[in-house]
């Protein structure tokens, strides 16, 4: 910024240093004023000029410098040259305060709410609010649809858990109708294997996979994607369990539908001789104890405390209850050495898994000595499906868990395991699975709430081989982000959690991976109108 005097003495004038545009030019009379007064009003700009030149540097990095003359910056720097503040900072100001004086005030019973926005500003012009009276009611308003909302959303986690815990129509008349095949139709009672076939059932030689289930529907697509991911498809040997109610449709699907040059077995829990009252007395116990059947079929939201939980806890306390955590078939896993004595290694698979890469490599992992290969649970990009501890499955406020068991240590994944046969029977696994399930049962359930996982990460603790993650991927059933990519690279995925892909509830954008291995062409199938 310079100043120039013009040689007669009568201009003064401000101009910018950058660019010489001229910024303030005074006219002098030099007949009214003396050189003393000149020199004194020269002093008091040169005193003034330094601190313009600050508020205006000011203004400018605030967005001043969109004006575009000397009255739009005065308009800017007047207020702060006179110590005053722009009136919207100071309205802010107060209503912040009167909104944290609202916060902590008792919401009056009874005081009557405008149903949205609109009506909200409708009020505020009919019966002239104070600010206060605003704050009050749109905090009434807030906290009441907060209310709702979460409400809701319980409402519908225990809706989507019924629909979880039922049997869907078609999946009910496809059961109904290949029985009634199997009465009716010779073919659909042929024997399985075929009697040639039947020696590659104890043939160690063969890749044998064990599956436990009544879903006819869900275990025609294991065994398919199975066999249709295998490099050698020969090799496969199905050993399917069901109960006694499902075995004649079972058999019938897999009578009327072969998948050679694999062979499948289908046998009923009332087939094997092993599985007697005094070999499995402890899971009989645990179908009929009154505890158990209170908390499996009981109400599931009468007396739970909703305000102290969220809806992702309350989600995952749901889908513990599960009735099939008590089913007879859901706890066979543990016997499988005692149900086959002349196998030596097996994969054992659930029935919400699809089979998406050749599984032949998992009889070459070295298991190192250890019963059970496992995909462990606490470590992946999913931080809500890969972060289970033993602190997710057991209450640790009981002395006996937290006498025997570490809170902090890493879970492993149910659903696709390789089971070494050979050294498990030479372990005492069995036994303390269930010494653990009757201690937990005289309890009343205080140590842990059931479910098959629970007891066996006590009985397998140190026979658990950890394997790559890439052969199981988890949470298809509950994590409707998952990773879209990482579920086309998976061996297998799993869906388990509520959202099975065969139930209306399942996640339409994860469902196509598990239909593209149902047959819809199939009469049954198309009869039955089951979920396309």
Known sequence: MQLHISPSMRSITISSSRNNDELMKIKLAPRHISYRTLFHTILVLAFLLPFVFILTAIVTLEGANNCSSIDCLGRRLGPRLLGRVDDSERLAREFYAILNDVSTQEIPDGLKLPDSFRHLVSDMKNNHYDAKSFALVLRAMMEKFERDIRESKFAELTNKHFAASSIPKGIHCLSLKLTDEYSSNAHARRQLPSPESLPRLSDNAYHHFILSTDNILAASVVVSSAVQSSSKPEKIVFHII????????????????????????????????WLTRENVPVLEAAESHNGVRNYYHGNHVAGANLTETTPRRFASKLQSRSPKYISLLNHLRIYIPELFPNLEKVVFLDDDIVVQRDLAPLWDVDLGGKVNGAVETCRGDDEWVMSKRLRNYFNFSHPLIAKHLDPEECAWAYGMNVFDLQAWRKTNIRETYHSWLRENLRLNLAMWKLGTLPPALIAFKGHVQIIDSSWHMLGLGYQNKTNIENVRKAAVIHYNGQSKPWLEIGFEHLRPFWTKYVNYSNDFIKNCHILE
């Open 242 to 273: 069901t109960d006694k109610k499902t075995y004649a449709g079972m058999h019938s699907w897999f009578a009327l539908n072969s998948v050679a040059p694999a062979i499948v077995e289908v046998k009923g829990v009332h087939q094997f001789d």
